[in-house]
């Protein structure tokens, strides 16, 4: 495990390499002194990640739970409830759910990501009047607040005459993505020009030059792309919610379910409290993300760390 | 690394055939460099998706909202009404805006310095582990792959003031822990404490920015006898700052939208007895428009929005600009 992920990839000995402060002979204070610090670190870091995993530990048990003991805080449940798993799947139209949210994260993903990696292409190697200036308003577009453009979009939608299907939920992404341009953008520009030039010497078309040349190189990069909006869309709550929650139950996706389950089995709301349901769709909504991030945690948290200190 | 790369900087080069291949070598900016028109009108091809989106989601949406923020709009009927400036003048006199922009900031204040202490704690307690730091960082970094609403269902029973395991664990030390969701003043840190457990996007950033200061400046540091603790505050925090401020910002724009942890823990039923502590602006917003469905009212609201975060925004930058350290002298 410790192979794939170092946090330092291009220099792994460097830390044990440089000098410390204290350090010196066998036995003498220094070495205490390090160890203890050492030590400290570890029961800190442990008890982060025990802070960090309690919540999925919570949930896992609690979905096994029968209803009176989901509040017991047992991390091992008393008696476990597989039926709950099964029960769920009745209980709530979860297959339809699950299948919405499937169609719409992967159309999103994808469409974004051909369309930002062809626009970033764009920007990287053509020269034109005006570039300069559109790709300024790019990145000014970045800072503009995703509550302050949700009525005026929904508006749109509402004019094009796409309200009450789930189409304002990918539909955008045809346009391609400020975010996802630059950070495309970025690799493209480490691309070495001669490389562009030869082929069109060969005579290679502009658009072959992004087919066959551009965007298969940086198929690392578009992966990237295509993994943050998936975990986007599988997360989005709040466009669920305001462009399906007037529509029927069955058109949902999980976490607009989620919610509306939530509310089902509140005792505040008539329901009995069944939370357990709750709790085995919620942890069904996270499955797929945490499998995902397991293969591919590598590209989720270099794209964070590039993308955020270039932003 | 070949020397000529697609940099933004690059002069326009001259017009296809022959002579470009010679005139390419040259390195020097040239007034007034023809365009190869060819090129030109195919970089734009590749960037038309973009120009009309932005030109339909961003220009034609904002002008139409910012109209329509001068009208009343019945999204059932389908009719509109010129009134003027009314709905501003009615969101000056609505106690419940100056109440739902008090909390946000509230909000933001609270978590965008907790977040980004504990994201930084963690990235130096990541940063200096000599091993198991890949381990931990994926540790840290699973909640951020859990949907809100899926955080949220967890923590609206973890938070539950009589059996909720916070509490719980709060009473193993003999404390009494608070009504977290139900007692107006702590709404807040609840949804703060939700934020918290997702805070691995800010520790991934940090800790990228830890690992690029030049380690012989710490080398240097030990040997002129500077502690570690100095070395934090002389060396590491400066040369991290510009992190750290993007890291505001970013953070303050996000918390100043707040809406699906307090919608889902607090408004999901569309009963209104949710405590008033709860009531953010985002929420607040989200009703105009879709509960009392007057778009004109929230047109006029989310151009508010717009206006306060772009105003802190550029307060931020004005005071970063004396905060933050840029290497090399003032680039920005």
Known sequence: ?311 | MAATNLGVGAPPRAAGGVGSVFRRRRRGRRPKEPYNKREALAGYLFILPWLIGFGLFTVISMTYSFGLSFTDYDLSTDVITPVGTENYRLLVDDPKVLTSLGNTFVYAVLAVPLELALALVLALLLQGARRGAGFFRVVYYLPKMTPAVATASVFLLLLNGNTGAINWFLGLFGIQGPQWLVDPAWVKPSIVIMGLWGVAGSMVILLAALQNVPRELYEAASTDGASKWSQFWRLTLPLISPTLFFLVIVNTIASLQIFDQAYLLFYRDGNSNAPDAALFFGVYLYQAAFQQFNFGLAAAMAWLLFVIILAITAVQIKLGDKLVYYEGGDRR
């Open chain 1, 1 to 311: 495990m410790t192979a794939g992920i170092r946090t330092v990839p291009d220099r792994p000995e460097a830390t044990s390499a440089r000098p410390r402060r204290g350090d010196g002979p066998p036995g003498s204070p220094g070495v205490w002194r390090r160890r203890i610090g050492q030590g400290v670190r570890w029961v800190l870091m442990i008890g982060f990640a025990l802070m960090f995993l309690y919540p999925f530990a919570w949930l896992a048990a609690a979905s096994l739970k029968p209803r009176g003991d989901v509040f017991d805080n047992r991390l091992i449940p008393t008696t476990i409830v597989w039926e709950n798993y099964v029960q769920v799947w009745q209980e709530l139209p979860l297959v339809h759910w699950v299948l919405n949210s499937i169609i719409i994260a992967l159309l999103a993903a994808t469409l974004v990501t051909l369309s930002s990696s062809m626009i970033a292409f764009g920007f990287a190697y053509f020269r034109f009047p005006g570039r300069n200036f559109w790709f300024r308003l790019l990145l000014a577009s970045m800072m503009l607040p995703g509550a302050v453009t949700l009525i005026p979009n929904y508006l749109i939608w509402k004019y094009l005459g796409f309200l009450g299907t789930n189409t304002p939920l990918w539909g955008a992404t045809l346009f391609g993505s400020a975010f996802y341009i630059f950070l495309m953008r970025q690799f493209y520009l480490s691309l070495p020009r001669d490389l562009f030039e030869a082929a069109r010497v060969d005579g290679c078309s502009y658009f072959g030059l992004f087919r066959r040349i551009a965007f298969p190189l940086a198929l690392p990069s578009a992966l990237i792309v295509f993994l943050f909006e998936f975990q986007a869309s599988w997360q989005n709550f709040t466009g669920p919610l305001i462009y399906l929650n007037f529509g029927d139950v069955e058109d949902f996706t999980v976490p607009l379910g989620i919610a509306y389950a939530m509310t089902k089995y509140s005792p505040t709301a008539g329901g009995h409290g069944d939370y357990q349901y709750v709790m085995v769709a919620s942890l069904l909504v996270t499955l797929p993300l945490l499998i995902i991030f397991a293969f591919a945690q590598k590209y989720f948290i270099e794209g964070i760390a590039s993308t955020g200190l270039k932003g």
